[in-house]
């Protein structure tokens, strides 16, 4: 069964700067691309960042030059540090990867529980 755990989320005060991760779990033949995206209550699920199997990474616009996405092909997990943090990026953060649990399957996407993360004086 594979399984996306995330950790690192917390209070934090504005300013301040954060670190999560998200490891895939379980029997896999290849991670694609991972990313992060982020939920505050009463809006949609976006996207912050993502990074492909060749390191291309991509920002949403409200995190460019704070946020820095990558990942550990080795041990399957991807990083976001988080610095500058800000009131307005109080969220649940959700880990996504794009893989193949077997090499004839087609890519499906995962999905982490989702890790809280509170800016806040």
């Known amino acids: 069964q594979v399984q996306l755990v995330e950790s690192g989320g917390g209070l934090v005060q504005p300013g301040g700067s954060l670190r999560l991760s998200c490891a895939v779990s379980g029997s896999i033949f290849s991670v694609n691309s991972m990313g992060w995206y982020r939920q505050a209550p009463g809006k949609e699920r976006e996207l912050v960042a993502d990074?492909?199997?060749?390191?291309?990474?991509h920002y949403t616009d409200s995190v460019k030059g704070r946020f820095t996405i990558s990942r550990d092909n080795v041990k399957n997990t991807v990083y976001l540090q988080m610095n500058s943090l800000k009131p307005e990026d109080t969220a649940v953060y959700f880990c996504a990867a794009k893989l193949q649990r077997l090499r004839f399957l087609p890519n499906q996407n995962y999905w982490g529980q989702g890790t809280q993360v509170t800016v806040s004086s």
């Open positions: 990074i492909t199997s060749d390191d291309t990474t």
